[in-house]
Structures are given as C-alpha cells and as structure tokens.
C-alpha cells in the first residue's frame, strides 16, 4: 500500500524559505510520477510542481517558476519541494502526490495517493 508523509511546513515570514519532504513507501516509484499540490482556504486544489521519478523531469506551475524547485532522492525514497522567495499568498495545505503515468499530470484527479497535508504559512 503506498504511503506518502509529508513534513517541513511551518509560519515564515514574506521572503524566507522552507523545504517540505515527501516520504514515500509501499512500492518501488520508477514509473511513478510525483507532485506537489496546495489549497489555500476559500480556494481549489492546484497544481504546483512535479517531477517523474526515474529521469527527474520536472514541471511546474507558473505562479512558482524560479522560487520553487522539486527534486527527490531515490536512496531515501523521498522527494523535496525547496520553497524559496515565500509569499503571503503562498499560504495553503502542500499535498504530496503520486500516480503511475508516462506523461506529467496536473491536474488532482488524475493522482492516486495523497499524503495527509502539511500547512504552510507565509506572514507578510
């Protein structure tokens, strides 16, 4: 059964940084194709950044280019969301994500496994 864990969210203020970790398990995650999704309150669930777990291509969505950076660490069976320039609208549950696909999904519904959420908060 996969299992995914995330950890790292926290309060920050306006500009700082933090580095959220999914901990993945339950199976081997070669095919498998890794997100990032936040909700901020009021909001829908969106589409923030992912990588496939075998070549580590990676996409993200616009409002995070260049201040965001996913990666993952096969070893530890553990992918990163490095969250840098942090703003106030940043704010949200981060959901790690897993599906086992050939192209790169971002849209939710097309994930299988969900971690439980980690909230991040970015004061300004």
């Known amino acids: 059964q996969v299992q995914l864990v995330e950890s790292g969210g926290g309060l920050v203020q306006a500009g700082g940084s933090l580095r959220l970790s999914c901990a993945a398990s339950?199976?081997?995650?070669?095919?498998?194709?890794m997100g990032w999704f936040r909700r901020a309150p009021g909001k829908e669930r969106e589409f923030v950044a992912g990588?496939?777990?075998?070549?580590?291509?990676?996409r993200y969505a616009d409002s995070v280019k260049g201040r965001f950076t996913i990666s993952r660490d096969n070893a530890k069976n553990t992918v990163y969301l490095q969250m840098n320039s942090l703003k106030p609208e940043d704010t949200a549950v981060y959901y790690c994500?897993?599906?086992?696909?050939?192209?790169?999904?971002?849209?939710?519904?097309?994930?299988?496994?969900w971690g439980q959420g980690t909230q991040v908060t970015v004061s300004s």
């Open positions: 994500a897993a599906v086992r696909k050939a192209n790169h999904p971002s849209t939710s519904s097309e994930y299988d496994y």
């Open positions: 339950g199976r081997t995650f070669s095919g498998y194709v």
């Open positions: 990588i496939r777990w075998s070549t580590g291509s990676t």
